[in-house]
């Protein structure tokens, strides 16, 4: 199992920026999937951005192409998985969690179920 611990959350306004980080315990396995999901009050939590580990394609929602860049870096111990949010919005105001999964049939997707690992979550507000 993979244990993630997430950091980085704040505040800030509107057009600002918020690098959010996963600390994700690495086991033998460099093929998972790293996302980030979030969750705004009464919203269902949504996929944001995924990448597969080792891997260079990532994945994002339309709400945040060209805003938010995931990425990755890792050694033999752990993996750390980033997402930088620039140009923020209030709607991107959420509970951002970070999320370790099996690809399916190689795809990582925006799905709950393909994820098995979470980490607590990192409170963003956005203020306008």
């Known amino acids: 199992q993979v244990q993630l611990v997430e950091s980085g959350g704040g505040s800030v306004q509107t057009g600002g920026s918020l690098t959010l980080s996963c600390a994700a315990s690495?086991?033998?396995?460099?093929?998972?999937?790293m996302a980030w999901f979030r969750q705004a009050p009464e919203k269902e939590r949504e996929g944001v951005a995924t990448?597969?580990?080792?891997?260079?394609?990532?994945?994002?929602a339309d709400s945040v192409k060209g805003r938010f860049t995931i990425s990755i870096s890792q050694d033999s111990r752990k993996s750390t998985v980033y997402l930088l949010m620039n140009s923020l919005k209030p709607e991107d105001a959420a509970m951002y969690y970070c999320a370790a999964g099996l690809p399916r049939n190689g795809v990582c997707r925006f799905v709950e179920s393909d994820y098995n690992n979470w980490g607590q979550g990192t409170q963003v507000t956005v203020s306008s």
């Open positions: 690495v086991y033998a396995y460099s093929g998972y999937c």
């Open positions: 990448m597969r580990r080792g891997g260079s394609n990532a994945y994002y």
